[in-house]
């Protein structure tokens, strides 16, 4: 039997997004944001959901770009670290000691040490009550090269990246390997 637990926002796991913007001074800005996911396959895009009191929130809506950085289960105290801390108090990048450089196809900064970098160009924005939707175009993808396939993919095994739990407001690492995807289904959809 289910329990009801009302209205919350709970979907098991999230992925914890680190995005990169600049201000408008151009100094870099990260900030933990779990409130995301793909959103759509052409053009390739991803969302993100942030406040509108956040410091990232004023450099997304200027400049227009940002950066998607997926940290690995190695990274959790960078970033938890960039969630805890306002980059309108301090520069977080070099309080943190964490390596930036400046994204190939955006104006936006990214994480060197984090495996996998979605470069994004502001889409859309949806105001959804406390939280602003912000809808990137991907226009470039950057993963290291360790963390590719035998195919050239990435494989999540090797990124090994970190995920949220609302609920518990807890970081977790990805599990076992459990069936491919659009054929492990086939039997049931054959019958």
Known sequence: ????????????????????????????????????????????????????????????????????????????????????????????????HAMVERAEFVDAPMLCDCPLVLECRLLATHDLGAHTQFVGEIVDVKVEESCLNSAGQPDVRLVDPLLFAPGNRAYFAIGDFVGQAFAVGKGLAES
């Open 1 to 96: 039997m289910k329990k009801s637990l009302g209205a919350k926002p709970i979907v098991y796991p999230t992925p914890v997004f680190l995005v990169g913007s600049y201000d408008d001074k151009g100094v870099a800005n990260v900030m933990n944001a779990a409130w995301g996911g793909l959103c759509s396959s052409n053009p390739p895009s991803v969302a993100v959901s942030i406040r509108e009191e956040r410091h990232s929130y004023a450099n997304i809506v200027q400049r227009q770009e940002f950066t998607i950085n997926i940290p690995s289960t190695k990274q959790v105290e960078m970033a938890d670290y960039f969630g805890l801390v306002s980059g309108k108090s301090c520069d977080k990048v070099e309080q943190s």
